[in-house]
């Protein structure tokens, strides 16, 4: 676990399979695990589907109450915490590795605010708690496909998800400050121009400096313009050595590095393992 401004970042647990975590938690497990209720962020996405109790929950400098049954999504790199948790509390909990995550789902979680990531059920069992129940047994399965059935499930999970904040209207864009502007344009040109052209560029492009793009993404998020030029190298690398069979030395070659070499060595670097045994995880 490393910190950037002394908040904690978590990463995916080792239990995960093919990208994917699913626990079905009641608030004596929550209580076990004392360290998330101290504000960290994670560098994947989480999907809690809460069916009994409350929680005060915190999210990016903003504090409110979860009461089941709802889902929350928390996307990678947000701070936050539940402050308190009630004693009947209990539901699922998921974590998604990002590059599983279908871009036009991204930008709908993308625009959502804070208080707009909690969705409350309107009925009793809509369809995503029999999918998220089916991906749960599948995680704890014992069949020797489990990793291409849950890929499958989850594409159906996060499609009825992202549905769900689509038709409520909670994904369309917000009246954001100056620095959250900034920082969606960013992001939205990070989709359109390679990952390794220098901050600079992408300043020149919004016509602002450098260090005021910088200034702008450290507010937003807390990270800086060099963490989000490695998180999207990082996110297509993952999904090039996931999805396809190629060797390491052609993903980087597609990726835009002529030294494989260094490739893998910057991968490692930022994910903490080798593409190879990253591969051979997923794969597993």
């Known amino acids: 676990m490393k910190t950037i401004k002394n908040i904690p970042i978590h990463k995916q647990d080792a239990s995960a399979v093919g990208g994917i975590n699913v626990q079905y938690m009641t608030f004596k497990d929550m209580d076990e695990e004392m360290d998330i209720t101290a504000s ?4 994947y996405y989480i999907f809690l589907v809460a069916q009994k109790g409350s929680a005060d929950f915190h999210l990016d400098m903003e504090d409110f109450e979860l ?3 709802g889902l929350i999504m928390v996307r990678p790199f947000q701070v936050h915490a539940p402050k308190s948790v009630s004693i009947d509390m209990q539901g699922y909990f998921m974590s998604v590795e990002s ?5 036009y789902c991204r930008e709908i979680f993308e625009n959502l605010m804070p208080q707009k990531q909690f969705f409350p059920f309107q009925e009793e069992s809509p369809d995503l708690i029999d999918t998220l129940s089916l ?16 890929n499958g499930l989850l594409s159906g ?3 009825q998800a992202a549905g ?11 009246q954001k400050s100056q620095a959250a502007i900034i920082t969606a344009k960013f992001k939205t040109l990070l989709e359109q121009y390679s990952f390794l052209h220098l901050p600079s560029f992408y300043a020149k492009q919004l016509n602002i ?10 507010t937003a998020t807390g990270l800086s313009v060099t963490h989000w030029l490695q998180d999207a190298m990082i996110i297509e690398a993952k999904k090039q050595i996931y999805y396809t ?22 991968f490692k670097k930022i994910t903490g393992e080798t593409p190879l045994a990253f591969r051979k995880k997923f794969r597993e």
């Open 157 to 159: 999970f996060l499609n």
């Open 67 to 69: 009461k089941a049954p």
């Open 245 to 266: 069979n190629n060797d390491i030395k052609e993903i980087a070659f597609l990726l835009g590095y002529e030294d494989h070499a260094y490739f893998s060595r910057l």
């Open 135 to 150: 991906i749960h047994r599948t995680f704890n399965s014992d069949n020797p496909f489990k990793a291409s059935i849950l």
């Open 164 to 174: 769900l904040y689509f038709k409520a209207g909670a994904g369309k864009p917000q």
């Open 99 to 103: 590059f599983l995550v279908p871009d």
């Open 209 to 218: 400096t450098t260090s005021h793009l910088n200034h702008c993404l450290n």
């Open 40 to 43: 960290h962020m994670d560098d």
